[in-house]
């Protein structure tokens, strides 16, 4: 009877205009007491307290199995990911063991100019430069920026505080204490958040938030009557936000060192999609290629060592991608 879905575009409605699972569940329950005889033909509170249990352990049950074999499929993805990725690791490895075997053998047999020379020794000291560098911006990152990750990926403001995951976030709203969850204003649209009180002059929070949301997906619950918690599903999975409502202070989203047991609830791909989000964000604020621009010069690489007739010396490679997409890898 569980698994039937003739219902569930009824009981989704009742869902979106009740707004939380607490006017969801006094509703139904509401509608048992009022519209049939469940309370009334019950023997006593245990014998009507016995069948609720009955269903909730049941669909409990069943929701804790799927949620298990959903982690076991991911960290099945995730070794399987890991092993590729070592496994490339030492293919890699190997080639450039047998490139530099290769060069260093050839170096004893061939001899070149005073002008190849000189042109070999300026290759050499361009990569050291841009290798120094590259070390110097990360020390003066690292000297310059000391504060720590925001808490919950999130922040605080005098009117709410938050935090948030990549798919979505929670805010924490504070109301006079003793409110009731009808007297609680909270409309979200796609862009848009308004919260407050009826009654009062002015709402709490109404403006326009950073980015969208997906409305039927979001809801808003009264805790211990002073806090109204509203969850906010982003239509974007794969972006942080710097702050709810525009105008409001802003975090430093390249601070934000996500979960990891966070990271090993996606499956596969979509893990790998958000780890190299990640190192494109980190390159990116060193002045460094990003992931992609790292591929197309290994490309150009293996090309140039494919056809050494042609001359690169004075070439100049726009990588494009991130950034202005002008990096010195050394040519």
């Not at 009022?34 to 014998?47: G, I, L, V």
């Not at 075997?101 to 004893?108: F, M, P, Y």
């Not at 009117?159 to 504070?174: D, I, P």
């Not at 989000?277 to 604020?285: C, E, I, S, T, V």
Request: hydrophobic share 30%; aromatic share 6%.
């Amino acid at each position: 009877m569980g698994d039937d879905e003739r219902f569930d575009g009824v009981l989704l409605n009742i869902a979106q205009q009740a707004g939380n699972i607490d006017a969801v569940m006094d509703n139904f329950f509401g509608f048992l007491q009022r519209k049939t005889d469940f309370f009334t033909a019950a023997h006593d509170e245990a014998a009507a307290e016995k069948i609720v249990l009955q269903y909730f352990r049941k669909y409990w049950k069943a929701g804790q199995k799927k949620r298990a074999e959903q982690q076991e499929k991911n960290r099945a993805a995730d070794e399987e990911r890991k092993a590729k990725a070592e496994e490339k690791r030492k293919k890699d490895e190997e080639e450039y063991r047998q490139r530099q075997e290769a060069s260093a053998q050839s170096a004893k047999i061939e001899e070149v100019t005073d002008e190849e020379a000189a042109k070999i020794k300026a290759e050499k000291d361009l990569l050291s430069k841009a290798e120094t560098a590259i070390e110097e911006g990360e020390k003066e990152e690292k000297e310059d920026d000391k504060t720590p990750p925001p808490l919950g990926n999130g922040g605080t403001t005098d009117k709410y505080t938050w935090t948030q995951t990549l798919s979505a976030l929670e805010v924490y709203v504070h109301v006079r204490p003793g409110i009731k969850a009808k007297q609680v204003v909270c409309d979200i649209g796609t862009d848009s958040l308004k919260v407050g009180i009826k009654g009062e002059p002015s709402l709490i929070l109404d403006g326009k938030m950073e980015s969208k949301v997906k409305p039927d997906d979001c809801m808003w619950t009264l805790i211990d009557n002073k806090v109204v918690q509203i969850t906010l599903e982003k239509l974007d999975g794969m972006k942080w936000w710097s702050c709810v409502m525009k105008g409001d202070p802003t975090i430093d989203t390249k601070k934000i060192v996500p979960d990891n047991s966070k990271l090993s609830d996606l499956d596969g791909e979509t893990r790998m999609t958000v780890e190299k989000m990640m190192y494109d964000q980190r390159q990116k604020a060193l002045g460094k290629p990003s992931s992609d621009q790292e591929k197309q010069h290994e490309l150009l690489d293996k090309f140039k060592k494919a056809h050494p007739e042609m001359d690169f010396s004075n070439a100049k490679i726009n990588y494009g991608g991130g950034g202005n997409g002008n990096f010195n890898f050394g040519q």
